[in-house]
């Protein structure tokens, strides 16, 4: 627009005393011609207007910068705006490291994630179902994947969006989760999770003892972790501490470095190892599985999970540095999240052969990584929420059981209950509570009315007061919930 401007005023000056190159701009960039349109949808275009025309830089490593400076060796001075990467991250990093421009990047990040709601299911979902029932019957892939997880397709369900609780985003409030209604009149969503799934199997394989105890004695792992990492004791640990533990625990299965995980932090790489340090100090028998995993894939190509899949992993014998350590990431994250994957496997089989033989109406409906969700008529709700329970809890996986003080135990592997209307508004299942309730509605709603009263807490829609009192009323007015049909 300024150079548009800029045009006009020379075409205000008389032929002779007009710099021609100025005046084209008057055309080049006439609004009508719609030549200074900006599609936020363009990386092109984005990265011109950020590090171009605003000048933003981000820090030179992979995660901010293409692939092909890297490659062609190009140093951090030599870059140019067409080098930076221009996703998520680096709209985050921008939102962070340049206030004064914070709407900037707010916009950009929001116009995303509505675009990409918008082409991947709003638009999709209604033209992919069935003409026969209205319904969406995806498909799901048992060799999709390297680690034998099940894989999903048309749609792919392990991408639908998390349900959100911030108030202020607008998928909250329309959440595309919560077009998957129950097919059956009064019924019910019936969701199992597998609590820290990957974590216990971690625990399970490296033998490690704080972990072990943390899960035999229902304790919060992470903080039971970071009061190893941090030498504190638990009421002392922070919201901080706490989150750094967590990163670590899971940067090990998904082979997080240093060097990636202080960012994430927002910590020094210097800061970032020390917490690797501490925290492989005292969980040495995790330091031990992992050194050892890396030397047997190096050594054999392959790496084999607890319930033996095998997975070959021949990057992990290439000459070239940058390959063997994907092949070493790889194989730590085959081992337990294929073993996971086994557990999740194995309770479909188990649940739907339940079904099948109690000829129950209630059908599997999705299942991502860890979870399983059923759709389930009101009477069959308490019947079916205690068989997927049971079935995850105590599978007859062999090297679940363990040696342990003396004892052979079977490693604690948890699981916990969510019950909805749709896919998205679930809430806990407390069994003995839901008999109160002469409806799956009635007991949703109450549970729901709760949960929004805190999510316009928690991002300082209303005062702590109001809050208080609004929850009051939801809690005295339990009875007339109970009664809802």
């Known amino acids: 627009m300024k150079l548009y401007q800029a045009g006009v005023k020379e075409w205000e000056k008389p032929p002779k005393e007009r710099d021609e190159g100025m005046a084209k701009l008057r055309d080049k960039y006439n609004p009508e011609k719609d030549k200074i349109a900006f599609n936020p949808g363009s990386s092109v275009h984005k990265g011109k207007l950020l590090f171009k025309i605003k000048g933003f830089t981000l820090p030179y490593d992979k995660e901010h910068i293409k692939a092909t400076p890297f490659g062609d060796g190009v140093q951090e001075n030599e870059l140019t705006w067409e080098d930076y990467k221009t996703d998520k991250k680096a709209l985050a990093y921008i939102l962070e490291n340049y206030p004064e421009d914070s709407k900037l990047a707010e916009l950009l990040t929001e116009y995303s994630k509505v675009n990409t709601l918008k082409n991947n299911f709003a638009v999709k979902l209604p033209r992919i179902a069935s003409n026969k029932d209205g319904r969406v019957h995806g498909r799901y892939i048992p060799t999709g994947t390297s680690t034998s997880r099940l894989a999903s397709k048309d749609p792919n369900a392990q991408q639908l969006p998390s349900h959100i609780g911030d108030p202020n985003r607008f998928d909250y409030h329309y959440p595309v989760k919560r077009m998957f209604t129950s097919r059956f009149s009064r019924g019910a969503i019936l969701g199992a999770d597998f609590s820290a799934l990957e974590m216990r199997v971690l625990g399970l394989i490296a033998r490690d003892e704080g972990m072990t105890n943390a899960f035999l004695n229902n304790e919060d792992l992470h903080t039971s972790t970071a009061t190893i990492v941090f030498n504190k004791d638990a009421e002392s640990i922070t919201g901080d501490e706490r989150q750094a533990s967590k990163s670590v625990s899971f940067g090990l299965v998904y082979g997080e470095s240093e060097a990636s995980l202080a960012p994430k932090l927002g910590i020094t790489k210097e800061e970032a190892e020390e917490i690797f340090r501490k925290y492989f100090k005292n969980k040495p028998n995790v330091k031990e599985f992992i050194d050892k995993t890396h030397d047997f894939v190096k050594k054999h190509g392959y ?18 540095f940058s390959i063997i350590n994907e092949g070493l990431r790889a194989s730590v994250n085959t081992i337990i999240q294929g073993t996971g994957a086994y557990l999740t496997n194995l309770s479909l089989t188990y649940i739907d052969d339940y079904i099948r033989e109690h000829n129950k109406r209630s059908r599997i409906i999705v299942t991502v990584h860890d979870s399983i969700e059923l759709d389930v008529p009101e009477d069959e709700v308490e019947e079916m929420a205690r068989v997927m329970k049971f079935v995850m809890e105590n599978l007859p996986a062999p090297f679940l059981f363990i040696e342990w003080n003396g004892e052979t135990i079977r490693y604690p592997i948890v699981t916990d209950v ?45 005062p702590e007061d109001k809050a208080e009192e609004a929850l009051q009323k939801i809690q005295e007015a339990k009875p007339a919930y109970q009664k809802i049909r």
């Open 418 to 462: 969510e019950i909805g209307t749709n896919y998205n508004d679930a809430v806990g299942y407390d069994p003995d509570d839901f008999k109160t309730f002469q409806s799956v509605k009635g007991y949703v709603k109450y549970y729901l009315d709760q949960e929004k009263i805190q999510d316009y807490l928690n991002y300082e829609k209303i």
């Open 303 to 320: 790496v084999d999970t607890l319930q033996g899949h095998r997975r070959l992993i021949r990057e992990a014998q290439s000459r070239d």
